[in-house]
């Protein structure tokens, strides 16, 4: 998981510190899903494909330096023919995590750069988890680019459907109504200590532009104010 940084200015976004303390609380029982705070932490905000492109180049180094390792620690298995070195090299591979109405944002004018799409779907890949009020099947099918890349974007159908909303969450725990088994109980917990979703953190950023949207703005009409 890797939380957006400040910058990125969405209306109601409480600060980085807070929402990458509150995931790590929440994957706490996790022993495959991790937080990693290197795109929060960039001074600016950082175009998804930039950070898949950080996670891909981290992926590749740790899986060098493994194979590294087991060559040092098993020396001769290279020459006995046994090693994995002989068989095709297996790269790691990387792809967007998303719910289906994330999907639809990239047809949202200026939202996403043409090339951007075409590289997370084409060269990394996207899961995309089947959300109420949103055919993610028939997205792909209306879009060119989706539809060149479909081998590439695998949907996950929960049987079980979730319907939580983290809007609905926040606005929950601003007018002080119970959240308790909808989130972990540290998450609330922590929430509460530090009084974090309040009537005054729902309007930050209210007004503001997207980042996404303001760089567009400025590429389209670079001699603006
Ligand atoms: N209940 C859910 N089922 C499937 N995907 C989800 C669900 N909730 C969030 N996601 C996905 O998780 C990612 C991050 O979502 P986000 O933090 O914007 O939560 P959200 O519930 O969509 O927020 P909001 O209600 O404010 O729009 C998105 O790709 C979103 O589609
Ligand atoms: N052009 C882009 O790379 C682009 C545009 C919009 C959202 N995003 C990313 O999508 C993620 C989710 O954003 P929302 O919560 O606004 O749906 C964020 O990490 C954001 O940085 C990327």
């Known amino acids: ?27 706490e029982t996790s022993d495959w ?3 990693d705070p290197w795109e929060s932490e960039q001074d600016t905000w950082t175009e998804t ?17 493994k194979k590294e390792f087991t060559r040092n620690k098993h020396p001769t298995e290279s020459s006995t023919g046994n090693s994995l070195s002989c068989q095709q090299p ?15 944002t990239f047809k949202t004018p200026n939202l996403w750069k043409e090339e951007d799409i075409e590289e997370i779907v ?15 099947s028939q997205f792909i099918q209306e879009s060119d680019l989706l539809s060149k890349f479909q081998h ?50 729902e309007r930050r950023n209210e007004g503001h532009l997207l ?3 303001r760089l567009q703005n400025t590429t389209i009409n670079p001699l603006r104010d």
Request: glycine share 6%; with cysteine; charged share 20%.
């Open 49 to 65: 494909v930039k950070v898949l492109r950080h996670h891909y180049n981290e992926a590749l180094r740790a899986f060098q330096s």
């Open 33 to 35: 899903i991790r937080v």
């Open 122 to 136: 084409g060269k990394f890949g996207l899961v995309c988890i089947s959300r109420v009020g949103s055919d993610p």
């Open 152 to 201: 590439n974007i695998f949907l996950v159908r929960e049987w079980i459907q979730n319907e939580v909303s983290a809007t609905q969450i926040r606005s929950a725990l601003c007018r002080g109504l119970s959240v308790k088994y909808l989130i972990p109980d540290s998450v609330i917990a922590y929430i509460a200590q530090h009084n974090i979703y309040t009537a005054e953190s």
């Open 90 to 104: 297996v790269l790691p591979e990387l792809k967007l995590l998303c719910g289906a109405d994330f999907l639809q």
């Open 1 to 27: 998981m890797s939380p957006v940084s400040d910058s990125y200015g969405k209306k109601g976004l409480v600060s980085a510190r807070h929402r990458v303390t509150m995931a790590k609380l929440a994957l």
């Open 211 to 213: 980042q996404p949207l």
